[in-house]
């Protein structure tokens, strides 16, 4: 059983279990969409959105959707106890975590499709003038935060407070994700955008995700054999 | 790296969770075709020595080993000689049976993960319902197709942690025979159950558990409940 195979089935298993309950699709995009909803409500005043204010909005609602996410997948798992059937296959450990975490980042990808023309529009903000830079800003990004994410998850499925652990844990350990993914995404709302300081941030971006998915890979198998 | 064995041995092992003592010093020995009968009451630590077997947990002292393998060096090789049927019955109820079987035989690398499936699905007896969600079936049901799950890849040793749960006689008797049939072919069955009836004459050997401890271990148990009373009552449980 290759790594790779295992990581696939993992994903396809996620996702068309997803795709008949669409139950983390649903909650993630209502919650994402109610978030930037207030956040206009109380920021956009008589038709003029507060400059720069698109990019931290857009980036909390990631976050926080992502949270909501990240909870219910392995929730799931723990309900059934399917978890320990997916530690108990002759496959690599680490596979199980790529799967999961490809699952994750598919699910994150589909919310962003919705919130960045929704940011767009309610806050007047040029997100999509430079297509390229942005999917590279918000890939990466998601990847940095969905990496930690999904190793805390899979962590905490046995704890009793994880709702309240998962925000707590994560939050402190991906602020530099957020950070780099707020003043990328800012750096490209700039009337004369600089892309070398883009090219800058979402090379951070990439180092955080490299450095992140490594940890998790070489830390899951012992975190999750007791 | 493919590895077989045709025993387990556990040697003094324990598990502490905390300051909580799971099991202490249990040592045992199951042979290639035997059933070995892990008895006692709620808390005795039998689905801790289920776990301990799966290598889903680690001792905190003792050691366990199939043949002449540890689980540690060998890890997804020694899991693919594995097969457990927990409390839980480990399946996805928003897929199908045939779904959840095609996943697992899948993650055990089986050439043709649909064709074992729907040989699993008609040995459970429940090919008429392949592709109906999990959730849609009684808890009967879903015992048999977890037992296929956890059966799937032809395990060497198969570990069973209160298998008769929600199962009506029919489907209870046929599991019986499915035991004898496992036996038959040369697999190791560790069966944890509460169900002193139905284990009556199955079993090769028993393992009386109480409070984590090792009561007594006893060779082919003629009268399972008039034993189990008589081995209990030496400590004062019946």
Not at chain 2, 104 to 113: H, I, S, V
Not at chain 2, 178 to 203: F, N, S
Request: charged share 20%.
């Amino acid at each position: 059983m290759t790594f790779g195979r295992t990581a696939w089935l993992v994903l396809r298993k996620d996702l068309t279990v997803e795709v008949r309950s669409l139950e983390i699709a649903y909650t993630t995009l209502f919650f994402a969409i109610s978030c930037v909803l207030f956040f206009a409500f109380a920021l956009v005043k008589e038709g003029k959105a507060p400059e720069d204010g698109a990019a931290g909005i857009l980036w909390i609602a990631i976050a926080f959707a992502g949270t909501l996410a990240l909870g219910r997948t392995f929730e799931r798992e723990r309900q059934s106890e399917t978890l320990r059937a997916l530690l108990m296959a002759p496959a690599a450990r680490p596979a199980i975590y790529v799967g999961k975490l490809l699952g994750i980042i598919a699910l994150l990808s589909a919310a962003e499709l919705v919130l960045v023309p929704l940011v767009a529009f309610l806050f007047q903000a040029p997100l999509l003038s430079h297509p390229f830079w942005l999917s590279a800003v918000l890939i990466s990004g998601t990847i940095g935060f969905s990496a930690v994410g999904t190793l805390f998850s899979a962590m905490l499925v046995r704890a009793r407070s994880r709702d309240v652990l998962l925000p707590v844990l994560l939050y402190p350990i991906t602020v530099p994700v957020i950070i780099a993914g707020v003043r990328a995404t800012a750096a490209l709302l700039e009337p004369d955008v600089e892309l070398s300081l883009v090219r800058f941030w979402v090379a951070l971006l990439v180092a955080l995700d490299v450095v992140f998915v490594t940890l998790a890979l070489w830390t899951f198998e012992p975190l999750m054999t007791d | 790296m493919i590895i077989d064995f045709d025993q387990v041995t556990a040697a003094d092992v324990s598990r502490h969770f905390g300051r909580r003592r799971a099991l202490s010093r249990i040592s045992f020995r199951a042979g290639s075709g035997t059933i070995l009968g892990l008895l006692g009451p709620n808390g005795a630590g039998k689905s801790t020595m289920i776990a301990l077997l799966a290598t889903l947990m680690r001792p905190s002292e003792g050691d366990i080993r199939y043949g002449p393998h540890t689980s540690k060096p060998t890890g997804a090789s020694l899991r693919r000689t594995i097969g457990i049927l927990g409390h839980d019955l480990f399946l996805y109820p928003e897929l199908t049976a045939h779904e959840n079987l095609t996943f697992f035989a899948g993650l055990y690398g089986a050439a043709n993960a649909r064709a074992a499936a729907s040989a699993a699905l008609e040995q459970a007896g429940l090919s008429d319902r392949a592709d109906d969600p999990i959730a849609s079936f009684s808890r009967g049901m879903r015992q048999r197709v977890a037992l296929e799950r956890a059966l799937i890849h032809r395990p060497r040793l198969v570990l069973l942690d209160e298998p008769f749960t929600g199962l009506d006689d029919a489907s209870a008797a046929a599991l019986v025979g499915r035991l004898r049939g496992l036996r038959a072919e040369g697999a190791i069955v560790v069966l944890a159950t509460h169900d002193l009836d139905l284990a009556d004459g199955l079993l090769d050997s028993a393992l009386f558990l109480r409070d984590g401890r090792m009561v007594d271990t006893v060779a082919r148990p003629d009268a399972l409940r008039s034993t189990y009373r008589t081995v209990m009552g030496r400590t004062g449980v019946s």
